[in-house]
Every structure is written in C-alpha cells, then in structure tokens.
C-alpha cells in the first residue's frame, strides 16, 4: 500500500444498495443507498433490529458479497469491481468472526491448520507483511485469546462455545488484520461467557491496534465496545455518531425505541 493509500481513510462507503431478487415476490432492498466512512482506530458499533441489513452491509465491506450499486473504497482503492485475485490487499487486512463458531470452524480440522489456514491463501504468498512463521504465530495469538499452547493439536468439538468463539478469533488475528469485523460474535455464546468474550475482544483491539467494525442487536454490547454507533433500519442509517451522544440523547425515534426495548432485546 502507498503512502498515500495509508493516510485515506480505512472504508469510504458511497450510496451502497445491495438487492435480493427472490423469485415470485418483490426484490428485497437489503442495503439502501447507505454512505459511511470508517477512519482507521475507530470502533464502529452497527445496531438495528435482525433484518436491518447489517450482515449484507458488512459482508459487502469484506469482500464476500457485492452491492447491486455504489462504491467501497478501502483505503482509497475501490474494490466493489475487483475479481478475487485482486483482491489479495484487502483479504489479509480484513477479516472477520462470524455470530456461531460451530458452523465456522471445520470440525474435521485441527484447530492449529484452522487458524493457520489465513496464511496459506495463495493470494498472500508473496506479502511482505504476513506473518510467515507458523508455529510462532499460531503461539502468539492462542495466547493473546487466552487459549492452552497445546490448543493446536486438537479439534474443536473439544472446546466450549465460549473457547471456539475465542478459536475463531485468533484465526482472525492470525495475518495480522488492520479491521476486525465481527457479526454478532456473542450472541450464540451462553450468556455467562459473554462478557469474558467481549472484554476479551475490547483488550485485543487495543493490543493488535485493530480498526472495530462490531455489529449486534444488543445496544449494551455496542456501547460498552465501541466509540462510534450506526443504527441501520431496512437498510438505511437511521442515525449515527459518537456512542455516548447518541446513547444520552437520540436524534432518531428508531433509536430511542430501540434503546427504550433493551431489556427485550437482550434476553433474545
Ligand atoms: N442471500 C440472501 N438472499 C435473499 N435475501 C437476503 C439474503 N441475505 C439477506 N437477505 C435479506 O436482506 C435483508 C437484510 O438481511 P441481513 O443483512 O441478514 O440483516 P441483519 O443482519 O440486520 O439481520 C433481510 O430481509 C434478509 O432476508
Ligand atoms: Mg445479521
């Protein structure tokens, strides 16, 4: 990346639409004309109700899905055109943890090969700035998430939700992200791990100097976890700005409803 790459800003979203055509009914207008710009360190929390369009916004940001229309620029570069092997700048750079890490994890993997696999991508080979040993770097990041050193010879059904939450993270930190975006990543845990996988993800922001994109239905998450909120409706921003502001006093009627039901959201 050029020096003038490093300095725009991590994301600069303009007028993304993402359209579902479902067959017999009406198209669904996941994501609607939605702008954004995500300025490298931020912690950007995206709330809305489940159907809002927040996990087609981000697998947009991520590369895995394509808008219908408009622009993702990251760091400068627009990516929405780009085959797969262009984009090799972005795949290392960011990535994700998904809301379940049953279904994330191969079972018949490793946990060792599955963190790993980030730095096999034949995309990556030749960049400079991955990591290429992988025993050191497999040490490094189970012990950032708190995970046993011999963690890598098993498999993940040997696990708990809340230590395979923490597998699919160090998976994520593996090649050395710049974004971390995570979709929900403790709603599927038992409520009493949640806060440990949370504080956990707040402290590795810091450690690994990671930009946050975080997305949940639950305010609370966001609020403890991110400086910056966006609240989406029927994919849209409804309202967004700095957490607190918006937490103390909402611009939007959404927002306060959404506020207003926390005690419902939180036990579904
Ligand atoms: N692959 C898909 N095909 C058809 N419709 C989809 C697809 N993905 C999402 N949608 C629809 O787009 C809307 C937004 O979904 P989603 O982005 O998953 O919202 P959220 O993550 O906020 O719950 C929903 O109406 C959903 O049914
Ligand atoms: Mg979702």
Redesign the pocket.
Known sequence: MTEQEMTEPVYVLENVR?V?D?SGRSP?V??DNLSLTLEKGARLGIV??????????I?MMAALDRPTSGTIRFHGRPIEGLPERRLGFLRAKVQMVFQDPRSSLNPRMTVGDIICEPLRSRLLRTRSDIPTDRGARLAKVLDAVGLPADSGKRYPHEFSGGQRQRIAIARALAPSPEVLIA?EPVSALDVSVRAQVLNLLDHLVDDFGLTLVF?S?DLMVVRHICNEVLV?RR?KVEEAGPTEHVYAAPAAAYTAELLAAVPRIRLD
């Open positions: 993402r579902f479902a669904v996941a994501v809305g109700e489940s159907g809002s369009g927040k996990s087609t916004l697998r979709d997305v239905h989406m994919g």
